[in-house]
T-cell receptor, first 112, second 114 residues
Framework: NAGVTQTPKFQVLKTGQSMTLQCAQDMNHEYMSWYRQDPGMGLRLIHY???????DQGEVPNGYNVSRSTTEDFPLRLLSAAPSQTSVYFC???????????FGPGTRLTVL | DAKTTQPPSMDCAEGRAANLPCNHS???????VYWYRQIHSQGPQYIIH???NNETNEMASLIITEDRKSSTLILPHATLRDTAVYYCIVRVVHGSSNTGKLIFGQGTTLQVKP
């Protein structure tokens, strides 16, 4: 049982480039979410999904897209990277939205 | 979701109990108290949660005051590996409009010292 996995662990982008951060879970959880954490700050919710085919915006959704075609995967797409998106990105999953959440190890993204 | 207030930092001697306080004076009747921790930039880790009764699991104990306006997370025998940022979070658990959102404040940085 791998839990929540995220790839890549590190990524450097140039301004304007696009990329997809991958997140997968093998616990058959319905709920998945993406957070970002900036230096010295708490985590902020970007997007979340309560089940396959259902996604919604969180607190800071601008500049990011998500989709949930399977229960296992919840990729986060950066459409046109900006330096303000330099951050650590965490994916989380839970059996339901109201259950305790399990977090992945994070992706450290730098946008130059 | 109600706001929480935690001290920014605390120290604890290895082997002693670590008591981390949290104030949530505006908590509503249907809001639970959750605790997570984040060890050295890893992903946050769930510790424990409760509504109004005290709770205990293999990691910690949670003591919630009778008026539910504050709580204390207790790590009974702190080790160096417990050095982390501890987040107290208040959230509604049930309901069809539940977004699952966790509001992470600044948390308490617990330093366990040898």
């Amino acid at each position: 049982n791998a839990g929540v996995t995220q790839t890549p662990k590190f990524q450097v982008l140039k301004t304007g480039q696009s990329m997809t951060l991958q997140c997968a879970q093998d616990m058959n959880h319905e709920y998945m979410s993406w957070y970002r954490q900036d230096p010295g700050m708490g985590l902020r919710l970007i997007h979340y999904s309560v089940g396959a085919g259902i996604t919604d915006q969180g607190e800071v959704p601008n500049g990011y897209n998500v989709s949930r075609s399977t229960t296992e995967d919840f990729p986060l797409r950066l459409l046109s990277a900006a330096p303000s998106q330099t951050s650590v990105y965490f994916c989380a999953s839970a059996a339901r939205a109201y259950n305790e959440q399990f977090f992945g190890p994070g992706t450290r993204l730098t946008v130059l | 979701d109600a706001k929480t207030t935690q001290p920014p930092s605390m120290d604890c001697a290895e082997g002693r109990a670590a008591n981390l306080p949290c104030n949530h004076s505006t908590i509503s009747g249907n809001e639970y108290v959750y605790w997570y921790r984040q060890i050295h930039s890893q992903g946050p880790q769930y510790i424990i949660h409760g509504l109004k009764n005290n709770e205990t699991n293999e990691m910690a104990s949670l003591i919630i005051t009778e008026d539910r306006k504050s709580s204390t997370l207790i790590l009974p025998h702190a080790t160096l590996r417990d050095t982390a940022v501890y987040y107290c979070i208040v959230r509604v658990v049930h309901g069809s409009s539940n977004t699952g959102k966790l509001i992470f404040g600044q948390g308490t940085t617990l330093q366990v010292k040898p």
